[in-house]
């Protein structure tokens, strides 16, 4: 069994478990932290450790989801974590603090990659797919016919004077503790509005509040078919794990989910 330590960093959470590289499954428990404040490079350094130390794991390589823009191992973007990211290679410190090799990818495509081949979209040959993970901000995944298109950003597209995060992440909602049948409509706004724009046929939520999707689905109504991430919360840490080893075999991101 080939198994990899995947690590989601987020804003309030950073997540690891050990992931069987075969199912796209968790075969340990998830282990999660707190996001240190303010949310710097250094701060994580300890967290990140103690989950290397929780999974006996000292020196082998780490897939990480991240939450910015990513290219090539550095972060472009640093919306919900502190400023001091933007421009920062994140492979090359970590692999220096940590002593061994890392791999980052946006925590959001990691989801999708994770999605899209043990998933919702498994089974898909071809189309649009596009996933939105719901939480301190709105994370986006797109697939057109099973290739990723990286790093983009839809919770940031301009709305109401703001921006789509701001108006309908789920930390909205618990930030101002929102009614379903509130948040659903607005939630629906976005993806109606993302719907118009991009024509998808599929859009898949994922994030922690995917597991409520009951609760919130009736107030969607985008004119595709939309539904829960069947990974839940985990499709992060099996994506960020799936990214390592897809680098490590020298396979192009987009390669690999075809
Ligand atoms: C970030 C994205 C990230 C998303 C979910 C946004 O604020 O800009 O890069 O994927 O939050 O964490």
């Known amino acids: ?13 950073i997540k690891g478990a050990m992931v069987d590289l075969q199912k796209g499954e968790l075969c340990t428990e998830r282990i999660k932290y707190s996001t240190p ?10 967290v990140i450790k103690q989950l290397i130390t929780d999974f006996n794991w000292e020196g082998q390589p780490i897939g ?5 823009i990513i290219k090539n191992g550095t972060a472009h973007s640093a919306a919900n974590i502190d400023k001091s990211f933007l ?18 990818i946006n925590d959001a495509d990691a989801a999708g990659i994770a999605e899209m081949e043990f998933g919702k979209g498994k089974d898909i040959k071809d189309g649009v797919v596009i996933l939105l993970t719901l939480g301190t901000g709105i994370g986006s995944a797109v697939f ?16 109401k004077d703001s921006i789509a995060e701001k108006y309908a992440a789920n930390s ?35 994030g922690g509040v995917s597991k409520k999707f009951d609760k919130y689905k009736e107030y969607l109504n985008p004119s595709c078919e939309i539904t829960a991430a069947t990974l839940r919360n985990n499709a992060g840490i099996i994506g960020a794990a799936m990214g390592y080893e897809l680098l490590s075999r020298k396979i192009d991101l987009s390669d690999a989910v075809v």
């Open 144 to 159: 057109n016919d099973r290739v990723l298109l990286p790093n983009t950003e839809f919770g940031h597209l301009k709305w």
């Open 172 to 206: 909205v909602r618990e930030n101002n503790d929102m009614k379903w049948k509130e948040w659903g409509p607005r939630l629906n706004e976005i993806v109606k509005h993302i719907e118009f724009i991009f024509s998808p046929d599929l859009i898949i939520l994922g």
């Open 1 to 13: 069994m080939q198994r990899i330590l995947g690590i989601d960093i987020g804003a309030t959470g």
């Open 37 to 46: 404040k303010p949310a710097t490079a250094e701060a994580f350094v300890p």
């Open 64 to 68: 990480f989801g991240f939450p910015a």
């Open 87 to 104: 421009g920062f290679n994140l492979k090359e410190y970590y692999d220096a603090q940590l002593g061994c090799e890392t791999f980052f």
